[in-house]
């Protein structure tokens, strides 16, 4: 991506959503993840915030790539982590944000060990650090996946879990993070550590890192390559997508002000459209065409294993928060920064 004039005055812009943000300032935090889709992106707000960040991956010469527009930045700090690996630092973060996942969904189906490993293990590492050295906060960047399948068209609550087939290698994704959830309210009972979570719908943005073969980031890539957008399916299935700003605004909403053991549904509600309505939405921006082919089977193995999985938000806008990118407008950010 390039930190356009938009990209910059849109991070100002999302700042507007969070009250009391400048609390941030000085702070240091922990950021895993920090080279993804979503944590990128927080990275460049919490900087903008005027926040210390640690910004953490498993290249530090990529996360160097990547902010290169912060260069020189002395609130910035580059830490090696490697989710299946142990973690250990000196410093004392006031905030600690776990965003590292494998979140490809290729990945899921050719790398399930891996993929349960490093969402349950990264986990317990950061929140036995966070134990030691007295972290004010941890937040966890879950999923919706953790829902399961449920009847109906209705957006899920936080308390409302439905199917998930333990036994289908795709599972390994929301089974895990499901275990990691619980690891975070385990850890808050037996040792005091203060955990909040985030389940972020679908989220999509000029962020996307170019392994990402998620349906929302390759539409972007294809209509920018000149491309028609190639779909493997009817794309009926109901989803939450949120332009990654609004979901970046969202997550520091909750760890400034969401109550400590609770998970937030992250989700604009002006967002809520099928993968179709999507994929029309980046194709009429560009100019180009949608068309169909049948899926492989490694991509059939691959799918999302939800129909439906439209989130409810009030939880989250009762902290004050509201989504400022409906997807014409995050389509069109996300083109311009792309």
């Known amino acids: 991506m390039v930190y356009t004039k938009r990209y910059l005055e849109d991070l100002k812009k999302v700042r507007g959503a969070v009250s009391g943000v400048e609390a941030l300032e000085g702070r240091s935090v922990l950021v895993t993840g920090a080279g ?47 989710a299946m690996e142990p973690f250990s630092s000196e410093v004392r973060f006031d905030y600690c944000i776990h965003g590292a996942s494998n979140a490809n969904p290729a990945a899921y189906g050719t ?16 929140l036995e650090h966070a134990r030691k050295t007295g ?43 499901r275990a990691a959830e619980t690891l975070c309210a385990a850890y808050a ?65 909750v760890l400034l002000k969401g109550e400590t053991g609770r998970a937030y549904n992250i989700s604009n509600r002006d967002s809520l459209v099928t993968i179709r309505q999507m994929a029309e939405a980046f194709a009429e921006a560009a100019g180009r065409k949608i068309v169909f082919e049948d899926p492989s089977v490694a991509e059939q193995k691959s799918y999302n294993l939800m129909d439906n999985s439209a989130l409810d938000a009030a939880s989250l806008e009762a902290l004050g928060w509201r989504g ?4 014409k407008a995050g389509v069109e950010a996300t083109l311009d920064a792309m």
């Not at 944590?39 to 530090?60: E, K, M, T, W």
């Not at 491309?227 to 520091?252: P, T, W």
């Not at 400022?324 to 997807?327: A, G, Q, R, S």
């Open 36 to 82: 993804g889709l979503i944590c990128s992106a927080l990275v460049d707000f919490l900087l903008d915030a005027g926040a210390r960040v640690y910004a953490a991956g498993r290249s530090v010469e990529k996360l160097q790539q990547r902010f290169s527009h912060w260069e020189g930045l002395e609130r910035l700090q580059y830490v090696r982590y490697d």
């Open 111 to 126: 790398q399930p060990v891996e993929t349960m490993l490093g969402n349950f293990i990264g986990m317990q590492q950061i």
């Open 135 to 177: 972290a004010q906060r941890v937040l966890y960047v879950s999923s919706s996946e953790v829902y399961g399948k449920k009847e109906g068209k209705d957006p899920y609550h936080e308390r409302e879990y439905g199917f998930v087939d333990i036994l289908n290698p795709r599972a390994c994704y929301p089974s895990s993070k």
């Open 189 to 253: 009972s037996e040792y005091g550590v203060d955990t909040v979570i985030v389940r972020p719908g679908h989220v999509y943005g000029p962020t996307a890192t170019a392994s990402d073969n998620r349906a929302s980031s390759q539409f972007p890539r294809d209509v920018l390559a000149g491309k028609d957008i190639v779909m493997k399916s009817a794309g009926s299935q109901l989803r939450s997508y949120c332009y990654v700003l609004d979901c970046v605004s969202a997550m520091v909403a």
């Open 324 to 327: 400022m990118f409906d997807l």
